[in-house]
């Protein structure tokens, strides 16, 4: 008997931190093969607030994948073949800015891509098609609006604009590096937003992010480390957490944005 796939409205796309499984019901976990390969891992689906919700560990589950490395053509595809509709895609970031402090949300809305070796688009030279996608306006403004709102009404601290350098990585930034950032008018730093925004609306995906600031980066005082992201993440998972099954479950059924039409006019 062939079982039966689970079909997901929202998809999470977090780390291993952000998955919990008190918070969803009737869970099942899914491995899929795309087009491009294999996802980051497996995928959890299960309800939330009375919706289905696809849950994707963006590292894997035990962290092993390089922000370069991830296969984000596949993890896109894998949420789109479950029917997934919106993604909320949560990240820690270091902050470029004095008043986005350690343990804020910052509601990133633009960003400046200084990535390098990452496939940003499903239409390459084997599909035979270009696609130039808009990418203007970068998030959902349905989705985007209601995490502002549901992180106010829970008076949680947070930014509701913000521009999201996103750099290749693994290494964090040189002084230099970060102070023309600031320059550039980036607000927070991250190494994993580009190219999954860019992916989710060539594949009309409504798509907004969640960024966690762990850090100045290292412009302000000592320089970034793995322990003291690990450290104000833990403190800050909780709210991440209550975002998105309040933003989830506020949600109308119906979207009133663009985003299942991106392609349209997107192709020479």
Known sequence: MQLTVMQAEFGVIGGTGLYDPKLLKNVQEITLDTPYGKPSDAITVGELGGKTVAFLPRHGKLHTIRPTDINVRANIFALKRLGVKRILAASTVGSLREDYQPGDVVFADQFIDRTTRREQSFYTLAESRVCHISVAEPMCPQLHKTL??????????NHAKGTYVCIEGPRFSTKAESKMYQQWGADVI????????????????????????????????HAVCVDDIINTMKTGIENVKRIIAETIAKTPVECSCNCNSALTGAFA
């Open 190 to 221: 991250g190494m994993t937003m580009v190219p999954e925004v860019v992916l989710a609306r060539e594949a009309e995906i409504c798509y907004a992010n969640i960024s966690t600031v762990t850090d100045y980066d290292c412009w302000k005082e």
């Open 148 to 157: 502002t709102e549901v992180a106010k009404t829970l008076k949680i601290k």
